[in-house]
């Protein structure tokens, strides 16, 4: 029994203080992706989340789907999707919730955090007080946790704020904005004028389900009335939940700081106002059995602070995709702004304008250029308010925390200030580190002078040379153009067949196009164009292309829309080899092509987008000269993903026990071996409700072996569906060779992998 007499001057919590070499606040999806990076890097890591969950907007609190390079797939980022921690969580998500469940997404998420020693989690804790050590300098901050109605005083090196308003950046006293610049400030020809508002809104978002029996609704008195005040109320759909529902907008007028409860409460009225209308307007059929499932309690932010770094992107460093020598990671949303009064404007709820291709992201833009010791990361980073609509999605910050984490352990390790990254070759290490990782910086290959493989003799039992997909029983219907994305060799001339039926007389016209900039697949460029006149009737249609290419790169053979013709397609699908379709995508503003007003600065083009599995598939057709795509020597080329070409090994279709031999003249010493899979970066997870063909993606490798020398298995898998495989030794082996030894497991899909890296 605890009794405490009256105390006249009070008491105070409970405090405990701490200190950490890297004090990350808060956790969502960025933080969290900072806290995992840091501590498998060895730093003593606090994550701070004023939440019961992490996630952030991605958690069950919001329920929104992380999305970034890759669009919806709805672009023409090709194998775009972000790597290191927040793809390993993403691959994770797919392989254990099928179904896009947003608790079990929780689950993961916290998984990944609490396995890592390093960390010290502190959950439902807010940051309200910034020590700092002089003018430029912070030393702590206090936190308190209304659970244990504890405070807590984090010391530490470093920190790194994902809070998303930037409270430790604010408190610190660091440069801020909020709202949208001018068109003059910098040049941005897509800047928004007052009348369509400076900031973007919140949304909440609601669940609903069918129960077996009639369910009636009341609605609470605040919910709105006239549904009609909402200009899109038209394209409320019974059938829509959760973040479809991402027009439920509201704020861009307000301090979305400040007034956050009274957003929280007008997005409440509306939602609530919606169901009423669906559930008792008459206006809907097979509604009495629905009941509402669940809302959120908390609004999904987009937008608020933006601090100030050592550099600011803008709209021209998105869409000219500038080329920056601190490149950390990349980006590839579009320039998404939505208009400041959200659902009851009488605009688009969005208006999207994309690249021709990924833009990389800078360090300077993740540095204060006011706070010597503090990185920004999340939606806060150094960014223009019309760069900030593509760099503000999750998959992005949470790619860019990864980078600063990785910053964070350099500077720790050569104790030097962020700003010193930039000099005396750390940030040529820091890029490295970075790849290695798994980050993929573009053009940036992996540096292999540290990688034992170099001076192995690498043999293969066989290499997949493409002279042919075969034929299946489905046909394609060119109703919309498609394209067979191929990475073909400069200076030679290329024949292709293939299986074609026309319902008419009519002609096929095949294209062979190319992307302007080296890189890009936007296939702006058309190099060559041939009209071959066709009977009613099935054909093989031969192509033999005159021109060739100045560069290795990736090309798009190209066969234009008409619906009086079908080709023949393939049941096989290779790693870095797709179709592509000039289709539609109007989750991302995606008609087929885009076509912005004159005038902001955005470019016209075609887009040329994959379906996904388990549609999509390769065309059927043949090659001359056969394609040389996946030599073993690319296991060594430092491209951990494809880019101008597969930069993959893959195994004959024939080879039924497939396996990679490296010989050296002395024996080695190895402690670690890595190996990066094919998780087929092309591909989309959104990690909530929507539901994806694959529990494991078809073109990672499930099952294999490691032999030594001597014949004895040094490490085994089975059931892999990872793109990063990390295999440490505690005992180092030490051998003449190793031989990996592959299962195969599907008829039609050769078994492949980007790299190796033995040290």
């Known amino acids: 029994m605890l009794i405490k007499n009256f105390q006249k001057t009070g008491r105070v919590n409970k405090t405990v203080e701490f200190t950490f070499d890297l004090v990350v606040a808060g956790g969502g999806m960025a933080g969290s992706c900072a806290a995992i990076t840091a501590a498998r890097e060895g730093l003593k890591v606090a994550l701070v989340q004023d939440r019961p969950v992490l996630g952030g907007n991605a958690s069950s609190e919001v329920r929104l789907w992380i999305l970034g390079a890759t669009s919806h797939m709805g672009n023409n980022n090709r194998w775009a999707r972000e790597g290191g921690v927040i793809d390993e969580i993403l691959i994770e998500n797919l392989y254990r919730n099928g179904d896009g469940n947003a608790l079990i997404f929780d689950t993961i998420v916290l998984e990944k955090v609490i396995e890592e020693p390093n960390i010290t989690l502190l959950l439902n804790t807010a940051v309200y007080e910034v020590i700092k050590k002089d003018d430029k300098t912070i030393e702590s901050i206090r936190a308190f946790c209304s659970q244990n109605s504890t405070s807590y005083i984090l010391n530490s090196t470093l920190f790194c704020d994902s809070t998303g308003d930037g409270i430790v950046s604010f408190l610190a006293g660091a440069s801020f904005r909020m709202g949208a610049e001018t068109k003059e400030e910098f040049g941005e020809l897509f800047a928004p004028d007052q009348a369509f508002g400076e900031l973007l809104g919140h949304s909440i978002y609601f669940y609903s389900k069918k129960t077996d029996h009639p369910?009636?609704?009341?609605?609470?008195?605040?919910?709105?009335?006239?549904?009609?005040?909402?200009?899109?109320?038209?394209?409320?759909?019974?059938?829509?939940?959760?973040?479809?529902?991402?027009?439920?907008?509201?704020?861009?007028?307000?301090?979305?700081?400040?007034?956050?409860?009274?957003?929280?409460?007008?997005?409440?009225?509306?939602?609530?106002?919606?169901?009423?209308?669906?559930?008792?307007?008459?206006?809907?059929?097979?509604?009495?059995?629905?009941?509402?499932?669940?809302?959120?309690?908390?609004?999904?932010?987009?937008?608020?602070?933006?601090?100030?770094?050592?550099?600011?992107?803008?709209?021209?460093?998105?869409?000219?995709?500038?080329?920056?020598?601190?490149?950390?990671?990349?980006?590839?949303?579009?320039?998404?702004?939505?208009?400041?009064?959200?659902?009851?404007?009488?605009?688009?709820?969005?208006?999207?304008?994309?690249?021709?291709?990924?833009?990389?992201?800078?360090?300077?833009?993740?540095?204060?250029?006011?706070?010597?010791?503090?990185?920004?990361?999340?939606?806060?980073?150094?960014?223009?308010?019309?760069?900030?609509?593509?760099?503000?999605?999750?998959a992005t910050c949470a790619f860019g925390a990864q980078a600063v984490a990785m910053a964070a352990s350099h500077c720790i390790e050569k104790k030097i200030n962020p700003s010193e990254l930039l000099l005396n070759g750390h940030l040529e290490a820091l890029q490295e580190r970075l790849n290695y990782s798994g980050q993929s910086i573009p053009g940036i290959p992996l540096n292999q002078g540290n990688n034992l493989l170099s001076t192995a003799k690498i043999e293969a039992t066989s290499v997949y040379t493409l002279d042919k997909l075969s034929g299946s029983d489905s046909w394609f219907h060119l109703k919309t153009g498609v394209a067979q994305l191929l990475p073909l060799q400069k200076d030679t001339q290329y024949t292709f067949s293939f299986n074609v039926l026309a319902t008419c007389d009519t002609t096929m016209q095949v294209e062979l196009r190319t992307s302007e900039q080296l890189g890009n697949y936007t296939p702006d460029k058309v190099n060559e164009v041939q009209k071959i006149p066709l009977t009613e009737g099935d054909h093989k249609v031969e192509v033999a292309f005159q021109s060739r290419l100045t560069e290795d790169q990736y090309t798009f053979v190209t066969i234009i829309q008409n619906s009086d013709l079908k080709v023949l397609c393939s049941e096989e699908r290779l790693t870095g080899v797709v179709t592509v379709f000039n289709g539609k995508n109007k989750a991302v503003n995606n008609n087929g092509k885009q076509n912005p007003p004159e005038g902001i600065g955005i470019d016209s083009f075609e887009f040329w987008i994959p379906e996904r599995r388990p549609k999509g598939q390769n065309l059927a057709f043949s090659v001359t000269p056969p394609l040389n795509l996946y030599a073993a020597e690319n296991l060594l080329n430092g491209y951990t993903r494809p880019f101008l070409k597969t930069n993959a090994w893959a195994a004959a279709l024939y080879d039924t026990k497939p396996a990679i031999s490296f010989k050296w003249q002395e024996k080695q010493t190895i402690n670690a071996i890595k190996i990066f899979f094919d998780t087929d970066f092309d591909h989309a997870l959104e990690s909530v409700l929507m539901r994806h063909h694959d529990q494991v993606i078809p073109f990672v490798v499930r099952d294999y072996d490691i032999i030594d020398n001597t014949g004895e298995i040094v490490f085994s898998k089975r059931g892999n569906y990872q793109t990063i495989n990390q295999i440490s030794f505690d005992d180092p082996i030490v051998t003449e060779s190793l031989t990996i030894k592959f299962q195969t497991q599907k008829a039609n899909v050769p078994i492949s992998l980007f790299q190796i890296i033995i040290k």
């Not at 360090?363 to 503090?374: E, F």
Request: hydrophobic share 40%; with cysteine.
């Open 215 to 394: 369910v009636k609704y009341i609605p609470p008195s605040y919910a709105l009335k006239d549904i009609k005040e909402l200009s899109r109320y038209k394209i409320i759909s019974k059938d829509d939940q959760g973040c479809r529902f991402w027009w439920l907008e509201f704020g861009g007028r307000l301090d979305t700081v400040h007034d956050t409860e009274k957003i929280k409460w007008e997005l409440w009225k509306v939602v609530y106002g919606i169901w009423n209308h669906i559930k008792n307007s008459g206006e809907y059929e097979d509604v009495d059995n629905l009941t509402l499932e669940w809302v959120g309690t908390i609004p999904g932010k987009r937008e608020s602070r933006r601090f100030e770094g050592l550099y600011m992107m803008k709209q021209q460093d998105v869409v000219e995709q500038t080329v920056f020598d601190d490149a950390i990671a990349f980006g590839g949303w579009a320039l998404d702004l939505h208009p400041a009064d959200g659902v009851y404007s009488a605009l688009p709820g969005c208006t999207q304008y994309h690249s021709k291709g990924i833009y990389a992201l800078p360090l300077r833009s993740y540095i204060s250029k006011d706070i010597r010791n503090l990185f920004f990361a999340g939606r806060i980073i150094s960014a223009s308010h019309v760069a900030f609509g593509s760099t503000r999605v999750m």
